[in-house]
């Protein structure tokens, strides 16, 4: 049974810091596509970043997060700088075992973990 699970959220100042891993059992994020979705209060989920051999980013985020992999440890970061209380939302790691062209679409992802908040307030 494949298990996605997202650990590093939690509360920091605007234009801090913080790093969120996700790491998954029973499924090598070495092959297929890795996303990361946010979804803020009120508001539809949201593609942020996505991996496979390539990177990609949602625009508003381009320049702040950088979405990495350890293939040794079969995780996949999700570093987020100069964090804005925009970002403030629960964040969602995604596993989907193809690549997919249509990688901003949450439909295309075969696995989810339950999330980790992260808030961005002083």
């Known amino acids: 049974q494949v298990q996605v699970v997202e650990s590093g959220g939690g509360l920091v100042q605007p234009g801090g810091s913080l790093g969120l891993s996700c790491t998954a059992s029973s499924v090598s994020l070495t092959r297929g596509l890795t996303a990361w979705f946010r979804q803020a209060p009120g508001k539809e989920r949201e593609f942020v970043a996505a991996?496979?051999?390539?990177?990609y980013y949602e625009d508003s985020v381009k320049g702040r997060f950088t979405i990495s992999r350890d293939n040794a440890k079969n995780t996949v970061a999700l570093q987020m700088n100069s964090l804005k209380p925009e970002d403030t939302a629960l964040y969602y790691c995604?596993?989907?075992?193809?690549?997919?062209?249509?990688?901003?679409?949450?439909?295309?992802?075969?696995?989810w973990g339950q999330g980790t908040q992260v808030t961005v307030s002083s």
């Open positions: 991996i496979r051999r390539d990177t």
């Open positions: 995604a596993v989907r075992l193809l690549w997919s062209s249509d990688y901003v679409r949450s439909s295309e992802y075969d696995y």
